[in-house]
């Protein structure tokens, strides 16, 4: 629309409405009534020459600014608009961000202090191949290959196990003021709700256990480098000490557990080898003693077909068993060997400490977030105050 086409009064309103002017403000710079002041929007009142003076003195760019800009024209962002309604309205931005920022403050008191505490391993496996090299060239000489040393544990999923987590709540721990506790105390799991007696519940202990397993998971945290393979267990509490002592006691707890079921095969190997060792041996001795009484009491086998045979015979069992015997020794000494090389598994590199300083919640974090989150949405509100304008403007 050109300008031409408004009544005076037409120009009133729309120039109030394009600069977001309040009825009062304006009435009040014109001296003059609110209703008056609507008469004139209307065209109900006549304007004398009195408040033209009035209203060239208050807005010296009233016959200018008709046509407020708009913030998307012609499918373009007009940036010039977006900084405009910023710096007019920086104050109240202002204002609001920082008393967000004040509310995020408060807000993070209501958030339970936690402590994190961190405990390293790292796979010893290098170091078991490197001390033992004599130990693998005898089993090479010994004409069998060791196997391979691999770590096919996923410790994530150890450390996540509902067979530690259950060591873990079953165990007493000792708080930074000496009170022994365990983490379902800790937590209050225990504790009667008040809503329990409307609905007779009672209390499960085995619903119990297992929210407190759920919730275990998490107050802890491993992590995993992939390309050196140190393994980082993390653990956070409201208490500094129990903080430290579940990391050290999860990290024994893992090493251990490895190390058992690694070590359970070539245990298992070494017990049956030596058991039939032991069979056997008694076996060789008896054939042994049988070769020896037939030639203490046949030595001239040679001339009767008959003992011949039954030397060839004494002779083939004595010499098969020997074998056996020597393949099991062999055997025995590889078992031994795979023994050694799969403990320990794991190395503890840095023990868990108890923490000074407590890791959450972060108050500054809060504070910097909503400050953001409060201009940004006071901005925010000022653009579509200032879009609300725009059409209010064109269509009245």
Avoid: C
Wanted: charged share 30%.
């Amino acid at each position: 629309m050109d300008n031409k086409e408004f009544t005076l009064g037409q120009k009133i309103k729309r120039y109030r409405l394009i600069n977001d002017i309040r009825q009062e403000d304006m009435a009040e710079k014109l001296e003059v009534s609110r209703a008056t002041l609507i008469n004139y929007e209307k065209g109900h009142t006549a304007i004398n020459i009195d408040v033209l003076e009035r209203i060239s003195e208050a807005f010296p760019d009233f016959e200018k600014n008709f046509e407020k800009p708009k913030i998307i024209e012609d499918n373009y962002i007009n940036f010039a608009v977006i900084f405009s309604i910023f710096s007019d309205k920086r104050k109240s931005i202002l204002i609001s961000a920082f008393l967000s920022m004040i509310f995020g403050y408060i807000f993070s008191f209501s958030f339970s202090e936690k402590y994190l505490s961190e405990i390293s391993l790292y796979p010893a496996k290098k170091d078991i191949m490197q001390g033992l090299g004599q130990l693998q060239a005898l089993a090479v000489n010994l004409g069998t290959n060791s196997p391979k040393n691999d770590q096919d544990f996923n410790i994530a999923d150890v450390v996540k196990s509902r067979l530690i987590a259950s060591e873990v709540i079953n165990k007493a721990w000792t708080t930074k003021d000496s009170i022994k506790i365990d983490l379902i105390d800790l937590w209050g799991l225990r504790k009667i709700k008040w809503y329990s007696s409307m609905f007779k519940q009672s209390v499960d202990t085995s619903i119990i256990f297992e929210s407190a397993i759920e919730r275990l998971k998490d107050y802890v945290f491993v992590s995993e480098d992939r390309l050196t393979g140190l393994i980082k267990i993390s653990t956070s509490f409201e208490d500094p000490l129990i903080s430290s002592s579940v990391a050290n006691f999860i990290g024994l707890q893992v090493q251990n557990y490895i190390q058992k079921e690694n070590s359970a095969q070539s245990k298992k190997e070494k017990i049956f080898i030596s058991d039939r060792l032991m069979i056997v041996l008694g076996e060789l001795e008896k054939n042994e003693l049988e070769l020896k009484n037939f030639l203490e009491r046949n030595r001239g086998y040679e001339d009767s077909p008959e003992l011949y045979m039954t030397f060839s015979r004494l002779s083939r069992e004595f010499d098969a068993k020997k074998e056996v015997y020597l393949t099991l020794q062999k055997q025995l000494e590889l078992a031994r060997i795979e023994e050694v090389r799969m403990s320990p598994i794991l190395h503890i590199l840095d023990y868990a400490v108890q923490p000074i300083r407590k890791s959450y919640p972060r108050r500054l974090l809060f504070i910097i977030s909503f400050f953001m989150v409060g201009m940004v949405s006071s901005f925010a509100l000022q653009l579509l105050k200032y879009w609300i304008s725009t059409r209010r403007a064109y269509y009245e």
